[in-house]
């Protein structure tokens, strides 16, 4: 089921001459999960039921774009239920007849309607229609989204394969399935079992890809005292980077981890604005910062983040949110366009299916190509859209 908010018609005469935003739809819509997965948070994914994902098309004048949100209630607040009624109730109707191309005005009405607390208020949401604009843009001049911005340093980017949940008996199983998949690094999910099984499923890994470029993602899974006990573990084990050890705002934890660990750190959630990353280059308080689109509500503000952090000198990283393939798209856009060389985090196709994509990304093994069609490069089939759509309001009242 879908639902959708449209503009009124315009008196043109009235308006400045371009294409503007008139209608924006949303589709929560179930996908096949192929593997279970999971964060300290608590559960991402289970292989066997359907992962979620909120997909948005958002038209104006027979032009239209997608993009996508991934309700994640273990690693954020947003659910599929609030992603869906924040579009259509809040910022759809704050950004209908803007001009598709004012990318800047669409980020300050959004912050308009969902002002910012401590996260810059419903990032997901914003990600999905602020990613769908863009290819919109890219759809409307014909170019893919990384030409937009005149920006286009790689073609391709090496994903990671995900060990998540897995026993250290289990590990060398799950290595060698990526291998055979053609995945040459590895991300492990640490903050899951406790600090002794965390260090064995990556001593694991690390003797199953003794060459493997691995590091580890903790989800805040920790106190400072127990990250660096661990880091002088970890960096032993060749692990090349601890990420988000500690709760987003321990900014003071965080501080002290970096001056004491052994392993650079790199922070995930704590960079939900720009002006995070700013708060800790003047603190002196990280060593990579790590570039998700959807956390930080988009391509616009995601741009802004990964260019201070080059023009600081803080190593880039990249990583998402077990995106279907819009997200993807989106994210390797972003990547290629800043030349991020280290293999990043997309693990969507690890974990589920986007049976609704008709022409997509291409990987070959661990390697994805940007894409080089129009836009976000991602074809959708809506009729298969509306086909899994559902209505996840009426589904939670029954």
């Known amino acids: 089921m879908s639902s959708e908010v449209t503009q009124p018609a315009a008196d043109m005469t009235t308006l400045p001459s ?3 935003i008139d209608r924006i739809e949303t589709f929560a819509v179930e996908l096949p999960t192929l593997r279970s997965f999971g964060v300290s948070g608590g559960s991402v994914a289970v292989a066997g039921q359907p992962s979620i994902r909120v997909l948005v098309k958002v038209s104006g004048e027979g032009v239209h774009g997608w993009g996508e949100a991934t309700p994640i209630p273990a690693w954020t607040y947003e659910t599929a239920e609030s992603i869906v009624t924040t579009i259509d109730r809040y910022l759809a109707p704050a950004v209908l007849g803007l001009p598709v191309w004012n990318l800047d005005a669409v980020t300050y009405a959004f912050d308009r309607a969902i002002n910012r607390g401590l996260s810059i208020g419903s990032p997901l949401a914003k990600s999905a229609v602020d990613v769908a604009l863009h290819d919109l843009l890219g759809r409307a001049a014909g170019v893919p989204v990384g030409h937009l911005w005149g920006q286009r340093r790689l ?7 995900i060990v998540s949940g897995q026993g250290p008996a289990e590990v060398a199983d799950c290595v060698a399935e990526g291998q055979a998949a053609g995945y040459r690094a590895f991300k492990v999910k640490v903050g899951l079992h406790g600090e002794a099984t965390d260090l064995a499923v990556v001593a694991a890994v690390r003797e199953a890809a003794p060459q493997a470029p691995l590091w580890v993602d903790a989800n805040q899974g920790f106190n400072c005292a127990e990250a660096i006990r661990l880091a002088e573990r970890l960096k032993a084990l060749g ?13 003071a934890g965080l501080k002290r981890l970096r001056d004491h660990s052994p392993l650079p750190v790199a922070l995930d959630e704590s960079l939900r604005h720009p002006s995070d990353l700013a708060t800790f280059i003047r603190l002196d308080a990280i060593d990579v910062a790590i570039a998700k689109v959807q956390r930080s509500g988009g391509l ?9 952090a080059e023009d600081a000198g803080v190593r880039l990283m990249g990583s998402g949110l077990t995106d279907s393939d819009l997200g993807l798209a989106a994210s ?5 366009a800043h030349g991020l060389k280290d293999p990043v985090d997309l693990n969507g196709r690890q974990f589920l299916s986007s049976v609704y994509a008709t022409e997509s990304v291409r990987l ?3 390697t994805a190509h940007v894409p080089t069609s129009p836009g976000l490069g991602v074809e959708v089939d809506e009729s ?15």
């Open 155 to 161: 073609e391709q980017i090496e994903l990671a394969w």
């Open 300 to 308: 616009t503000l995601s741009r802004r983040l990964c260019q201070m």
């Open 364 to 366: 070959d093994g661990g």
């Open 332 to 336: 390797l856009h972003l990547f290629s």
């Open 239 to 251: 692990v090349t980077a601890f990420e988000q050890p500690l709760p987003a705002n321990d900014i």
């Open 384 to 398: 298969v859209v509306r086909k899994l759509a559902v209505d996840v309001l009426e589904r939670r009242r029954a």
């Open 18 to 20: 371009g294409l503007r």
